[in-house]
């Protein structure tokens, strides 16, 4: 089962003869994703690591049967290919970009929404089904497939926790990172709704961070409804306020968006709050 | 970027909000000359980009011209949480009746611009918000239309303006999405904005913040970016210059790692084990040696740091290229305190093998990599 990817993904990759693009797309193709076309404006003709190069996503739609596409395209222009991909139809966008303007992000994010089609990102290392899709820029061999969602704000920090859970045995669905920015497509909640109808998901690990109240509304929707088990681990307790940690969304203002906050929330909400990262696979052999 | 109140007050000008008659001045002298010309008693401004201004002191009343220059001469120079305040800006001192707050910024849930309106101004709108969240009106803009005149109208409605004012009040609300558009802005307020006691709307303090991510399209702040180092410290600008995410703290154990959570996360296990990180350093994704070896340069200018603590987990970062930058860094400087590296992932053998010959050991985990350089940390403070 899983979520969002699998074997039956097929992907175009956007901006795929940039060098991001192209060393991508050759990860991606070694981890067995279906990458069937990729897109470059004025580049139409040629090929990157064997997968055709098209000037258009449209274009490259009537000749491949695509529904998902990766972005790889730079800040100033990737509003621009998110649109394109839409508007072509396509179902599920991964946006890596980061530094994408939050009125572009804002912008494209609502005429997803409009069309139904799924945004995850922006900045964000993607979304990957152990053994069958990775849709994204994370070292696939620290992941193995089991019983464990995981849905994260990070990067890095997904990978350590996710190489934990795989040496301590517990494999994944899917790990999917909704990306560090303050404004995205996917969020907690949207993406606990998925793991909830997906039957091979036993438990999820939530990765935050401060800045925002997304893991305050994912702890009420929890409450409310979530039936399995959740781990989480928050970053940023000892940041400071007022200051950007990294990501443009880890940002303490004013009195909002702390850790403690968040932790407050997400153990109210009966989720499993871990202090160390390594703690996670540690409540999960409590739990399941 | 965060711009200047009357920097702000300069684009509110532009876009025809009204602001109290002043100027800016960076001495006594000019302060007085500019209270000479306004003609009656004049508010006396810190120009500076932390919050809580006013209560700090840096807002100030004159009588008379002399006065003016004796405030200036008191605030110009002196410091509100450790900046030093170069500019006072010098405005006509309003007769208020009373306060309001108008503002736009972005609701991240939402996922979109919201503007906010309250009858409660002057104060902080958080607080507010806590206290009396009946008397904050909202109003999601949509991201595609834009924000409408009949919607700023019923917005301001809400807060009991009426008549010809309800009509500029609306006017004000639509210039300020206005400026979110044309300047690509994250927030823009104006708190308070003032109705006089003849009845005028002016905006008497203004806040702007830009997004930082669209400053491309924006070769108009160029030169205000110039006066944007005075948020900042030295290593603070030079990280700023070479791309690098880097906070800086007041504990003595310094900070590099690859990935914005997963640096946070090492602070935070660095806290947890009793020690305090001198900063927050991310080298990014896919960092060469030279990135490494910059980090590494900047951290160490800090007096405060005793000890170096890296940490890397390899997904597109190569641990071979995160080590030679270490070596290459310890070289050229002549790195003095003792580093803690944690390293795993990608080119992992390789990174271990130049370190380990360099003499420096490598741990594998996180956790106890940060128990190792807390406990070095306090060594060295206690042989102090």
Redo the contacts between chains.
């Keep these: 089962m899983a979520i969002l990817v699998n074997n039956k993904t097929r992907v175009i990759v956007q901006g795929i003869t940039g060098t991001q693009g192209s060393f991508h797309t050759k990860l991606m193709l070694e981890y067995g994703t279906k990458v069937v076309a990729g897109v470059t404006p004025g580049k139409g003709g040629q090929e990157t690591h064997g997968v055709p190069v098209y000037d258009t996503v449209k274009e490259a739609l009537s000749e491949h049967d695509a529904n998902a596409s990766i972005i790889f395209v730079p800040a100033p222009f990737a509003k621009d290919a998110v649109l394109e991909g839409i508007n072509a139809g396509l179902e599920l966008i991964v946006v890596i970009t980061e530094h994408i303007p939050i009125k572009d992000a804002i912008q494209m994010i609502e005429v997803a929404k409009r069309n139904n089609v799924n945004i995850v990102g922006p900045n964000t290392p993607g979304v990957i089904t152990p053994n069958e899709c990775k849709l994204g820029i994370m070292p696939g061999h620290i992941f193995k497939r089991g019983e464990i969602g995981i849905i994260s704000r990070s990067g890095t920090l997904t990978y350590e926790i996710a190489s934990n859970l795989t040496r301590a045995g517990f494999g994944q669905s899917t790990c999917l990172g909704i990306g560090g920015d303050p404004v995205i497509g996917i969020n907690f909640i949207d993406a606990l709704q998925m793991f909830v109808n997906d039957d091979e998901t036993k438990a999820v690990v939530l990765i935050g961070e401060i800045g925002g109240d997304a893991e305050e509304k994912a702890a009420e929707y929890i409450k409310r409804e979530f039936t399995k088990p959740v781990a989480a681990f928050i970053a940023g307790r000892t940041a400071p306020p007022g200051k950007r940690m990294g990501h443009a969304g880890a940002i303490i203002s004013g009195r909002a968006g702390t850790a403690e906050s968040k932790i407050k929330a997400l153990k109210r909400a009966g989720v499993y709050v871990v202090e160390k990262p390594k703690e996670i696979s540690e409540r999960l052999k409590e739990i399941l | 970027m965060k711009l200047y109140e009357y920097q702000a007050k300069e684009i509110f000008k532009k876009f025809g909000i009204s602001i109290p008659r002043g100027q800016i001045a960076d001495t006594p002298e000019e302060c007085k000359k500019i209270a000479e010309e306004i003609g009656k008693p004049v508010a006396i401004k810190a120009q500076v980009l932390v919050?809580g201004r006013g209560k700090a002191g840096g807002i100030k009343f004159a009588e008379t011209p002399e006065e003016a220059a004796e405030i200036a001469s008191q605030i110009l120079g002196s410091q509100i949480k450790g900046i030093k305040i170069e500019k006072v800006l010098v405005e006509e001192k309003l007769e208020i009746e009373n306060e309001l707050y108008f503002g736009i910024t972005?609701d991240?849930?939402a996922?979109?611009?919201v503007a906010i309106v309250s009858s409660r101004g002057g104060v902080?709108i958080?607080e507010v918000a806590e206290k009396y969240p009946e008397e904050i009106i909202k109003h999601y803009v949509d991201?595609?239309l834009g924000f409408q005149g009949f919607e700023a109208r019923d917005l301001v409605k809400k807060i009991g303006l009426k008549g010809r004012n309800l009509i500029i009040a609306a006017d004000i609300l639509n210039k300020l999405w206005k400026i979110?558009?044309k300047y690509?802005a994250?927030l823009v307020e104006i708190n308070p904005l003032i109705k006089t006691k003849d009845d005028k709307l002016i905006a008497a303090d203004a806040r702007l913040i830009i997004?930082?991510?669209?400053l491309?399209?924006h070769p108009e702040f160029e030169k205000t970016m110039e006066t944007e180092g005075k948020e900042f410290n030295e290593r603070e600008l030079k990280a700023r210059k070479e791309g690098l995410?880097y906070?800086e703290?007041d504990g003595n154990i310094g900070i590099i790692?690859?990935?914005?959570?997963?640096?946070?996360?090492t602070?935070?296990?660095?806290?947890?084990y009793g020690g305090k990180?001198a900063n927050?350093l991310?080298v990014g994704?896919?960092a060469d040696p030279k990135r490494m070896e910059t980090a590494l340069e900047i951290i160490l200018s800090n007096p405060r740091v005793k000890v170096v603590f890296i940490n890397i987990?390899?997904?597109?970062?190569r641990c071979d290229w995160m080590a030679k930058g270490i070596i290459e860094a310890r070289e050229r400087i002549k790195i003095q305190v003792p580093l803690v590296v944690r390293m795993?992932?990608?080119m992992e053998e390789a990174g271990r093998k130049i370190l380990q010959e360099a003499g420096i050991d490598v741990l594998d985990?996180?956790?106890e990599a940060a128990k190792r350089a807390v406990e070095i940390a306090n060594r060295i403070a206690g042989d102090e």
């Design positions: 919050g972005v991240r849930s996922r979109k611009y902080d958080e991201p595609l979110v558009e690509d994250e997004d930082d991510n669209a491309f399209r995410a906070v703290l790692g690859n990935g914005a959570g997963l640096v946070m996360a602070l935070d296990m660095v806290s947890l990180p927050f991310d994704g896919g987990l390899g997904g597109i970062t795993v992932g990608t985990s996180m956790e």
